[in-house]
């Protein structure tokens, strides 16, 4: 199975910040990764796929990149809405797997 | 709208079954993959099962291969899992999602969620 290693686990940031994560997959994955954001609550939302392609009304300050096994995922201007946690998924072959997530907190 | 909405979870327990339904409305069903998701309390993702549009093929880890079963019923849109011989490790919220249709591993619609606990 192709592991997901996501960083970092959790991170403290403000409002108006600029967020960065990272996912690595355990063999090449291709472009085929895709970020997921959950609420507290709430089932996961759909934010970016195939590493850099921004889902339907999906605000422009998510931004996704990568290939092979390295692929990162911003936030430009990290809003109060943004507090969740993230998740990578690689979408390349079956058993679908899952990052560990990162949480966003306010600091 | 696209809208999931699963029922029939609950509490059960260890070594017996439960059937989860997911019912979707707000988009042609037939067209696209399905599948289930699982969330361990407090814990991360898992992909549990997916099923192609006509449900003649399903795809399953290796965590739950031989005890769930994926299954759909065009003419009612309605997902459905049947988990055997539960266990302790399959407490989980069990959400319904849609593969989308340009990328068919990528999910763009999920519904609340159902709970699931294997419990005596």
């Known amino acids: 199975d192709i592991v997901m290693t996501q960083s970092p686990t959790s991170m403290s940031i403000s409002v108006g910040d600029r967020v960065t994560m990272n996912c690595k997959a355990s063999q090449n994955v291709g472009s085929n990764v895709d970020w997921y954001q959950q609420k507290t609550g709430q089932s996961p939302k759909l934010l970016i796929y195939?590493?850099?392609n921004r889902y339907t009304g999906v605000p422009d300050r998510f931004t996704g990149s990568g290939s092979g096994t390295d692929f990162t995922f911003t936030i430009s201007n990290m809003q109060a809405e943004d507090l969740a946690l993230y998740y990578c998924m690689q979408s390349n072959s079956y058993p679908l797997t899952f990052g560990s997530g990162t949480k966003l907190e306010i600091k | 709208e696209v809208q999931l909405v699963e029922s029939g979870g609950g509490l059960v327990q260890p070594g017996r079954s439960l059937k989860l339904s997911c019912a979707a409305s707000?988009?042609?069903?037939?067209?696209?993959?399905m599948a289930w998701v699982r969330q361990a309390p407090k814990k991360g993702l898992e992909w549990v099962a997916t099923i192609n549009t006509s449900g003649s093929r399903t795809y399953y880890p290796d965590s739950v291969k031989g005890r769930f079963t994926i299954s759909r019923d065009n003419a009612k849109s309605s997902l459905y899992l049947q988990m055997n011989s539960l266990k302790s490790e399959d407490t989980a919220t069990y959400y319904c999602?849609?593969?989308?249709?340009?990328?068919?591993?990528?999910?763009?619609?999920w519904g609340q969620g159902a709970s699931v606990t294997v419990s005596s």
């Open positions: 707000g988009f042609t069903f037939t067209n696209y993959y």
């Open positions: 195939k590493a850099s």
């Open positions: 999602a849609r593969h989308t249709r340009a990328a068919l591993y990528v999910m763009d619609a």
